[in-house]
């Protein structure tokens, strides 16, 4: 196992939450057993993704579950976190393929967590209408009244914030909208759909809900008025605006009003409690003013018009993906958000951490996995709430609009043959899971 200075990793606590996560979309494959997704229409434009592929494929994980449940046996996990098809459970067959997973998740003594919407939206719907939030908590009731006798822990949502920006605001991701700030209503819908869902649950009778979203420190580019005034607006709509209202009951100042309906009544529903808060961290952001023209970073371009501009983080190794590598910034996310809530933020769990990287002995993603085991336990001993940690992902996938040029995967996916072979990195994830010891 890594070691720091010849030091192993520290204890967590008994009961913690080791897992991986996945998504439907990424991994599963199947398309023409589900009905279709906005991604699917995304992906079927020439030049959205890069490499022209599509997920009609991916892994194939929906005919080949049992040998990737196999695999998380193999790894040591006691947590699984994969998501749901809201189109696949409305092809009609779908939840016999949940059922099934369930069942073998629960036979290899790994718990199952599934998020409840990770970007897949049916190809019908659209997060600007309203009623899309109700049609969400009407699967959520479908989903829920038949695997909740073996499910108990849930997710609703994953990372509206990069939905909404990246599928609505700059059009990126699907459904490829470029609407900038008239996309904050899908902000709205979606965190509307996450409270009507965890009525829903409660209803169904669940005692363990969470959401998934994304977090990460927002740094100012420099002291300097216009930097700290661009990286304050940055942290609100990336974090605050998506925070504040699941955990404070209201919109940081002057959102709310540019949010749709009833906004009052409906942050009641969207405050609805939770019982644990999922944060998934991948780095810091640099902000600073606007700088007059189009950046590209992180393969986005950023439009001239935003009121803020992304900068480098310099002398830090990157990922594949061109992402800083950061460790520290994961306690100073989880230290603040402890300061910032208090006891309104519920016990945190990190339910996406993870790198893109190449190649079968990975030793960059084990690098970057230890370095961030230890902050989050830095966290841990400053007295913040952490109940478990899964790293994003079990398996290369279809990394959405890169295709499969990016290979996040504790798992080797050959996408010729779909032959799985576990890298280094699962073979060290594998051996701190056992110097853990008993997770129960």
């Known amino acids: ?64 579950h049992r ?5 998380l046996a193999g790894l040591g996990v006691n947590a699984y976190r994969f998501s749901v098809s809201w189109p696949r459970v409305r092809s009609g067959k779908g939840l016999d393929f949940y059922d099934r997973l369930v069942d073998d998740l629960c036979a290899a003594g790994v718990r199952p967590v599934p998020t409840l919407f ?99 420190p927002t740094w100012a580019a420099s002291a300097e008025a216009a930097d700290v005034e661009a990286a304050d607006f940055y942290d609100l709509l990336l974090n605050r605006l998506f925070a504040d209202p699941l955990l404070l009951g209201r919109y940081p100042d002057g959102i709310g009003e540019l949010m749709p309906g009833d906004v009052e009544a409906d942050l009641k529903v969207i405050a609805e409690p939770l019982d644990w808060y999922g944060i998934n961290y991948y780095a810091p ?33 990157v990922t594949d993906f061109g992402w800083p590598v950061v460790p520290e910034g994961l306690t100073e996310l989880l230290t603040a958000f402890r300061d910032r809530y208090g006891d309104r933020l519920p016990p945190v769990v990190i339910t996406e951490n993870g790198c893109s990287y190449p190649g079968v002995d990975d030793q960059d993603r084990i690098a970057y996995l230890d370095g961030h085991v230890r902050a989050l336990h830095r966290a841990v001993a400053a007295g913040v709430d952490v109940r478990g940690y899964f790293v994003w992902s079990l398996l290369d996938n279809f990394e959405w609009a890169e295709g499969y040029a990016r290979r996040f995967g504790l798992v080797h996916v050959d996408f010729g043959t779909l032959e799985r072979t576990p890298k280094a990195s699962y073979h060290w994830y594998r051996e701190l899971l056992r110097a853990q010891g008993p997770t129960t």
């Open 285 to 317: 952001t640099r902000v600073g003013a606007p700088q007059g023209a189009e950046i590209e970073f992180g393969g986005v371009t950023m439009p001239a018009e935003l009121p803020f501009s992304i900068r480098e983080i310099e002398d830090r190794p």
């Open 118 to 216: 990770h970007w897949d939206l049916p190809a019908d719907l659209d997060w600007l209408e309203r009623d899309t939030a109700e049609r969400f908590a009407e699967y959520v009731s479908q989903v829920a009244g038949r695997l909740g006798d073996r499910v108990t822990k849930w997710i609703t949502l994953n990372e509206p914030a990069e939905h909404t920006l990246l599928g609505h605001a700059l059009g990126v991701h699907a459904p490829g909208k470029k609407l900038l700030f008239d996309a904050l209503p899908v902000a709205h819908h979606q965190l509307l759909a996450h409270g009507l869902a965890v009525r829903a649950l409660r209803a169904a009778g669940a005692a363990d809900i969470g959401v998934a979203n994304s977090h990460g």
């Open 67 to 71: 040998e990737d449940v196999a695999l």
């Open 1 to 64: 196992m890594a070691t720091d200075a010849g030091n192993p990793i520290p204890r967590f606590p008994a009961g913690f939450l080791w897992g991986v996560s996945t998504s439907a979309h990424q991994i599963e494959g199947g398309a023409d057993e589900r009905e279709p997704s906005v991604w699917d229409a995304f992906t079927a434009e020439p030049g959205r993704v890069k490499d022209g592929s599509t997920a009609a494929v991916a892994c194939d994980h929906v005919h080949r």
